[in-house]
């Protein structure tokens, strides 16, 4: 499985920007993709994850109702839309698949994620 993030950048507090995770090597529905966040000094934490087998999201409750995890599988692609972001939503954020018999890890265990993405940096100013 391949994942490669794109999309970061700088964005205001307050705005919106979105992240892309592009897939590719594994079939779809077999998998759950997790969007993970370091920001410096932190430990890496779970964003948001989407379950391709039945649909489900899930969302870490910092990023709850600002945040939304969606996907295209037309495109192979995932996506992170971060709305009214703060400072604190600084972060290198990285997607990250795991088979979806392991979804209960996807927010909550990183090293129980099975592959991950480089990583796409993204900055919020004041």
């Known amino acids: 499985v391949q994942l490669v993030e794109s999309g970061g950048g700088l964005v205001q507090t307050g705005g919106s920007l979105r992240i892309s995770c592009a897939s590719s090597?594994?079939?779809?529905?077999?998998?759950?993709i997790g969007w993970w966040r370091q920001a410096p000094g932190k430990e890496r934490e779970g964003v948001a994850c989407?379950?391709?087998?039945?649909?489900?999201?899930y969302y870490a409750e910092a990023v709850k109702g600002r945040f939304t995890v969606s996907s295209d599988k037309a495109k192979g692609t995932i996506y992170l839309q971060m709305d009214s972001v703060k400072l604190e939503d600084t972060a290198v954020y990285y997607c990250a698949a795991v088979p979806v018999q392991r979804t209960w890890v996807c927010l909550s265990h990183a090293h129980g994620m099975d592959y991950w993405g480089k990583g796409t940096s993204v900055t919020v100013s004041a």
């Open positions: 090597g594994a079939v779809w529905e077999d998998y759950a």
């Open positions: 989407i379950d391709h087998g039945d649909g489900s999201t």
